[in-house]
């Protein structure tokens, strides 16, 4: 289809509508293709290291953009297939109605009762999926040729509605008026009927005839539900450069050309022939240690993006980076200054989220965590973003601005030595690895357990962010959160504090109305009047009373009223929640962490 059809901005393409999910659009509906169908040759390359080592790539790419000469265009194929007609409820496949250049589809059906003269026909509700990712058509003919196979017509099928009762049976059948079979679309969603075949491991986002094996049970799925397309995103700050000796600046800018050097000797040679200008004004054993310390430090694992983010915001340093960060510490003062280490305000940040592939019918579990590295995405049903083997992803970059707090490490393991908060932590725990056990995830694709530790920063950035939007300027769903939640031994690479922030694609980022709440005049009562909000909720007592262990649920003391937000703006899409770590409820005054 060369026309255009519709339009979505580069954030939704690396949240809800990457490649392989269904849009719908006014006259039809159609899936995003694969990413290798894709020409990127007038789009710039995202330069974010941290996050091509993590994704194990060679390149970022941006979407196209507008030129003077032409649009940006992502390819796109029709789908579903099968359409409907609205008034003599044919169903067939696309192209067996009459297709205006449009590309809208009209219905002309003369047979079987039916007096259609250009009725606009729409595409059906239904699709089947399977857990691996995959996306067919609903199996139509063999679904009401169940009982009746002997029958070879395959374009007199009707899709009726009939409303007796209201139920599902009444409301959806199918039928052939070829051999009159008639069976409701109900069974199909029962699976005692077994009325799915294996799926056929289809993925029309590929393209044609692109099929894997696959066999798993299919389930039939609606075309607009939820559940259809669960996109896998990484994303990272883009955090200042160490200070490179010259020697490796050189040598950055030859790496290309001298990545299969992976001996002493072969260096000596390029080095005794000049073959590289600019290398040989310095000493060859200064080029060979630092190209093994550089070579040492790439084979390291990449897999944490959290700590050098860490360990730069709580450094206490006023850096500027006019194009990709700048950050001003402040001094915590009031009632806070003991248990809030740090606070800075984030005046500028980079921020690059790339798609690397999606699930379907259910969500990947925590795919940030560490326990996710590469060669395991099939055994939790990742779906592919392309067929051929790409170096690539599509990511976008986006410019905003925050504000960064860290808790005390040493009152934050006091806290965590409580008795009642390790009865807890026990607990939340069992209640943690029932929720896998219950969603047959294997230990080893589980995210680690985050700990009371994780709960208590995550419920304080909710109450946060809740009230810094009435401040700030922007919607909660505008702002979002980082947590970096970590303990270990001997305090090294621990890490307890939070980041919250807003970005937008705008080069310019956003307008500062944020990042002026976190001086040192601002911020403290605002935690303070967060807090004690956090106190009572509108729902308390029913609220409060909420406990993981006897609801079996990774949330506790929270609801709509007080602590969840919108799941665009949570890291854990509105998990691991409870108030009660923060402050005194109604129900419990054991727990809380702030006074």
Not at 302 to 324: M, Q, T
Not at 506 to 527: A, H, M, N, R, T
Request: overall charge negative; aromatic content about 10%; some cysteine.
């Amino acid at each position: 289809m060369k026309n255009k059809i519709g339009e979505i901005r580069p954030s939704q393409f690396v949240s809800t509508y990457g490649p392989g999910a269904i849009i719908d659009l006014p006259d039809y509906s159609i899936i995003l293709s694969g990413i290798d169908f894709w020409s990127f040759a007038d789009t710039k390359k995202i330069d974010e290291p941290r996050l091509r080592k993590r994704l194990r790539i060679n390149s970022i790419r941006s979407l196209p953009t507008k030129t003077k000469s032409e649009v940006p265009t992502i390819p796109s194929l029709r789908y579903p297939t099968y359409y409907v007609c609205p008034n003599c409820r044919r169903l067939a496949p696309f192209y067996k109605f009459t297709q205006k250049t449009d590309g809208s589809i009209f219905c002309n059906n003369n047979r079987d009762n039916a007096n259609c003269d250009n009725v606009k026909a729409f595409p059906v509700r239904y699709l089947s999926a399977c857990t691996s990712g995959h996306l067919s058509d609903f199996p139509w003919n063999s679904f009401v040729h169940n009982k009746n196979k002997s029958c070879n017509e395959k374009n007199r099928l009707y899709l009726k509605d009939s409303a007796a009762e209201g139920k599902l049976e009444d409301v959806q059948i199918v039928e052939c008026k070829a051999c009159n079979t008639r069976r409701p679309l109900s069974e199909a969603f029962d699976k005692n009927q077994k009325a799915m075949p294996p799926c056929p491991g289809k993925r029309p986002w590929l393209g044609k005839n692109n099929e894997e094996q696959c066999g798993k049970e299919q389930r039939i799925i609606l075309r607009g539900a939820s559940n259809i397309y669960f996109p896998v995103i990484e994303g990272v700050l883009s955090i200042p450069k160490e200070a490179q000796s010259p020697v490796a600046e050189v040598l950055e800018g030859l790496s290309d050309n001298l990545s299969h050097i992976d001996t002493y000797d072969k260096l000596k040679l390029l080095y005794d022939n000049r073959v590289f200008q600019g290398l040989n004004q310095f000493p060859l054993d200064e080029i060979w240690r630092t190209m093994s310390k550089t070579k040492e430090e790439d084979e390291t694992n990449h897999d944490d993006l959290l700590l050098p983010e860490w360990k730069v915001l709580s450094s206490d340093r006023n850096i500027k980076d006019e194009n990709l960060f700048e950050m001003e510490p402040q001094q915590v003062t009031g009632q806070y200054e003991e248990k809030i280490s740090h606070l800075v305000m984030v005046r500028r940040l980079r921020e690059v989220r790339v798609i690397r592939n999606f699930t379907r019918i259910n969500p990947a579990p925590d795919v940030t965590s560490q326990a996710f590295t590469e060669g395991n995405e099939a055994d939790v049903g990742f779906a592919s973003l392309s067929a051929a083997d790409v170096d690539w992803l599509p990511g976008v970059e986006t410019f905003g601005e925050g504000i960064f707090f860290a808790v005390n490490e040493n009152y934050l393991r006091e806290w965590e030595q409580r008795d009642d908060v390790k009865k807890y932590e026990k607990k939340f725990k069992e209640v943690f690895d029932l929720y896998y056990e219950n969603r047959h995830i294997e230990p080893d694709y589980r995210p680690p357990f985050p700990g009371a530790r994780y709960v208590m920063l995550h419920s304080l950035s909710h109450i946060l962010i809740r009230h810094l939007c009435m401040h700030s300027g922007y919607s909660a769903s505008s702002l979002r959160e980082r947590i970096y939640s970590r303990k270990t031994p001997d305090k090294k690479d621990s890490m307890s504090g939070v980041l919250i922030y807003t970005a937008s694609p705008d080069s310019e980022g956003s307008l500062g109305g944020l990042v002026e709440l976190g001086s040192s005049e601002q911020f403290s009562d605002i935690v303070w009047a967060a807090l004690e909000e956090a106190k009572l909720c509108s729902a308390d007592p029913l609220c409060s009373d909420y406990e993981p262990d006897l609801h079996r649920d990774l949330n506790g003391a929270c609801c709509h009223s007080c602590l969840l937000i919108a799941e665009t703006s949570c890291e854990s899409t509105n998990r691991y929640l409870d108030r009660s770590l923060l402050v005194e409820t109604v129900s419990n005054q054991q727990l809380n962490f702030f006074n």
